[in-house]
């Protein structure tokens, strides 16, 4: 089932902005996983209207990441998918069977690509 690759960008805190206290970040690479990568989906079944315009084209906003237990996501976190860029929305969830927790399940939204 996990048959696409994707890249985590962890997010990491570099400074602070001296003017305004901002946070400095910038996304270094922690690797390549196996996941599955897919449009968000209404309760009624078609696709989410949760849609941007970029451009002349609307373009699918929310996303869903299923992958392996052992892959490190935290929200703010980003994602590369082919020529996809997707930011981490809230904290990832574990999901499983009676048998214990089998994969984990992350919102993503669209950024570029």
Same mark, same amino acid.
């Given at each position: 089932?996990?048959v696409y690759e994707a890249e985590v960008l962890k997010r990491t805190v570099t400074g602070y902005d001296e003017d305004d206290g901002v946070e400095e970040? $910038?996304?270094?690479?922690? %690797?390549?996983?196996?996941?599955? =990568? $897919?449009? *968000? &989906?209404?309760? /009624?079944?078609?696709? #989410?209207?949760? @849609?941007?315009? /970029?451009? #002349?084209?609307?373009?699918?906003? @929310?996303? /869903?990441? &299923? ?10 976190? *980003?994602? /590369?998918?082919?020529? #996809?860029?997707? @930011? ?7 999901? %499983?069977?009676? #048998? %214990?927790?089998?994969? =984990? @399940?992350?919102?993503?939204?669209? =950024?570029? %690509?």
């Amino acid at each position: 089932m996990l048959v696409y690759e994707a890249e985590v960008l962890k997010r990491t805190v570099t400074g602070y902005d001296e003017d305004d206290g901002v946070e400095e970040v $910038e996304f270094v690479s922690s %690797g390549t996983f196996p996941c599955w =990568i $897919e449009p *968000r &989906l209404s309760a /009624q079944g078609g696709l #989410r209207v949760d @849609e941007e315009l /970029q451009a #002349r084209d609307t373009v699918t906003a @929310e996303w /869903q990441l &299923l992958c392996k237990l052992d892959v490190d996501l935290e929200p703010y976190d *980003r994602v /590369q998918h082919d020529d #996809r860029l997707f @930011e981490v929305v809230g904290a990832p969830g574990k999901f %499983g069977s009676p #048998r %214990g927790p089998h994969h =984990i @399940e992350a919102n993503l939204r669209f =950024i570029e %690509g």
